[in-house]
């Protein structure tokens, strides 16, 4: 079972930005997929990106398509999201997980405890 620790979340003003982090320990990091959620006060788990082993393919949620990056150090054991002209509605829990490329939070077998991005004037 793979541990995950995110951080690098924050209070931002809209148009700023924030570079999340998640470093991995467990297992051979490069093995699997790594991902990135979001989940807004009273809403559910959502989607934002994904990428493969290698990193060499990403998927993006539309809202965050031409905002975020994903990236990943596989020497470092670390997944980034490099998130750019944040808004509002960006504010929500950050989660990252591992196990494969899918959009469905239920696919993904382990965790972070998630951090917190405010995104607010």
């Known amino acids: 079972q793979v541990q995950l620790v995110e951080s690098g979340g924050g209070l931002v003003q809209p148009g700023g930005s924030l570079r999340l982090s998640c470093v991995a320990s467990?297992?051979?990091?490069?093995?699997?997929?790594m991902g990135w959620f979001r989940q807004a006060p009273g809403k559910e788990r959502e989607f934002v990106s994904t990428i493969t082993g290698s990193g060499s393919t990403t998927y993006y949620a539309d809202s965050v398509k031409g905002r975020f990056t994903i990236s990943r150090d596989n020497a470092k054991n670390t997944l980034y999201l490099q998130m750019n002209n944040l808004k509002p509605e960006d504010t929500a829990v950050y989660y990252c997980?591992?196990?494969?490329?899918?959009?469905?939070?239920?696919?993904?077998?382990?965790w972070g405890r998630g951090t917190q991005v405010t995104v607010s004037s």
């Open positions: 997980a591992s196990g494969t490329v899918a959009r469905i939070p239920s696919s993904f077998g382990s």
């Open positions: 467990g297992r051979t990091f490069s093995t699997y997929p």
